[in-house]
């Protein structure tokens, strides 16, 4: 008997042991998150924690596994309208408003919010139908202050606000905005495709760059970002041809890489500003003053305080010969940059310039050029003196004179080596030239050598006499 009761032992002990075994060994690791709570109460304190850290996904899923073991739970249908809500998935929002409030009709405050819900729905088809009709601001109010307010969760709501932001030219806004999408979700592929476009119109086009590479690599044949990347490249391989055929010298071609990269996308104006100035600087280098005066103007349009593309409009307005435009550019330049010496410089040029075209330009007179040969000077001066000579202008004898004279004293100065260089250099000769007396002190082409009436006497094969022009030497 004593060792049957033994065994007995033995073997409830090991039945114990076994059972310990299965309990705590052999059952299934189970996570809170995914455990089924015991009750109700449990199941909607996770809701609420899920909505808070906003994973609504998994809300929603357990408020319908309330409402498949009980599918008149009040409280249930009002929580998952109030989630759809915020998610702006209408449509079945309002169909859980309507339950709840079949279930407890009269509740104001369901009615509130299924009001709200009427609202936010209504604004974000206005908004929509605003973006299409290009009214920016006006849609940005509608999702602003409306569709968030009441549908601070809505993915659409938020993409659309970064898109108007974007056609808004509020860059630093979409680049806010569309990041507060990707802390949510990183790989949001529109998300990374606008927040790289707002970054590219600032030009800081390597952070743009990184913005499609990675929406690439989660998607490689995503036709936008795929468009937007490859174009971005392209842009920046046009410019830099530009800017290396510049420094090569090659301004021909460096015009016509500019000119390409600014017709890839004429709405890129923080980088085609720098286009329009490096455009302008090379034609002002092949002397084309009129093309290099419209690129510069472009610049300026885009960014009027930009210093360089003002003193470089000054410049292109000395070779269009636009002697006051050129100061009045060159003087706002250098007010704006007191310490560029070569802005000061330019300034000068531009005033001494202004100064020499507002006296008598002689070689225009005589009709020949800076280059003239003496020769040249002297055939231009017999051809211009006997077309105009008083004797054969009788019928206008006051203006022959008038011009007889400035020929007479375009020909002192230009045949004149001394004269000629100081005239050249920019001095003024008329300050220095009388209107009686002989060819080196004085000039009067009517009178004698001391003064007597006005004679006018030609004989071109032994030059101009003396007597016959007040003192002019013959040839």
């Given at each position: ?233 392209n842009l920046l391989k046009k410019t830099k ?235």
């Amino acid at each position: 008997m004593k060792l049957c009761s033994s065994t007995m032992d033995l073997f409830r002990a090991r039945g114990l042991f076994f059972h310990l075994f299965v309990l705590f060994i052999c059952q299934p690791l189970v996570s809170s998150q995914d455990a089924k709570p015991s009750n109700v109460a449990d199941l909607f304190k996770r809701v609420s924690e899920n909505i808070q850290v906003k994973r609504f996904s998994e809300a929603l899923n357990d408020l319908n596994t309330v409402l498949e073991d009980d599918p008149n739970h009040s409280e249930a249908y009002l929580r998952r309208a109030s989630v759809l809500r915020q998610l702006c998935r209408y449509e079945e929002s309002e169909k859980s408003y309507k339950k709840y409030l079949e279930l407890k009709p009269g509740d104001s405050a369901a009615e509130k919010e299924l009001s709200q819900l009427l609202q936010a729905k209504n604004a974000l088809e206005t908004a929509l139908n605003l973006f299409d009709s290009k009214e920016f601001g006006k849609a940005l109010d509608y999702v602003d202050k409306v569709v968030l307010v009441f549908s601070s969760s809505c993915l659409k709501a938020k993409i659309l606000k970064v898109k108007l932001l974007l056609e808004l030219k509020d860059y630093s806004g979409a680049i806010s905005e569309s990041g507060f999408i990707l802390k949510e979700d990183e790989n949001n592929l529109d998300a990374l495709l606008m927040r790289g476009r707002a970054y590219y119109y600032l030009a800081d086009h390597d952070v743009a760059l990184k913005h499609y590479q990675k929406g690439l690599r989660s998607d490689p044949e995503h036709s936008e970002l795929k468009k937007t990347y490859f174009g971005l490249k392209n842009l920046l391989k046009k410019t830099k041809s530009a800017e290396d055929n510049e420094s090569k010298g090659k301004f021909r071609m460096a015009v016509e890489n500019f000119k390409a990269a600014l017709a890839m996308d004429p709405n890129h104006n923080a980088h085609n500003v720098h286009l329009h100035l490096g455009l302008c600087k090379v034609q002002i280098k092949l002397g084309r003053g009129k093309d290099a005066l419209d690129s510069c103007t472009e610049a300026l349009k885009i960014d009027e305080e930009l210093v360089e593309a003002l003193a470089q409009r000054g410049e292109a307005k000395l070779l269009t010969e636009d002697w006051e435009g050129a100061v009045q550019d060159l003087k706002e330049a250098a007010q704006k940059s007191p310490q560029d010496m070569s802005i000061r410089e330019s300034l000068m040029k531009a005033e001494r310039a202004l100064k020499m075209s507002k006296r008598k330009d002689w070689y225009k007179i005589l009709g020949i050029s800076k280059t003239a040969s003496i020769q040249e000077i002297k055939r231009a001066y017999k051809k211009l003196a006997l077309q105009w000579h008083p004797d054969k202008n009788v019928d206008n004898r006051e203006a022959a004179e008038e011009k007889f004279r400035e020929i007479a004293a375009a020909y002192e100065v230009l045949s004149d080596e001394e004269k000629r260089v100081r005239f050249d250099r920019g001095e003024d000769m008329e300050d220095n030239m009388g209107m009686g007396g002989g060819h080196h002190g004085g000039f009067n082409p009517f009178g004698g050598g001391g003064g007597g009436g006005q004679q006018y006497t030609f004989h071109f094969e032994g030059g101009f006499p003396g007597g016959g022009f007040g003192g002019f030497e013959g040839f």
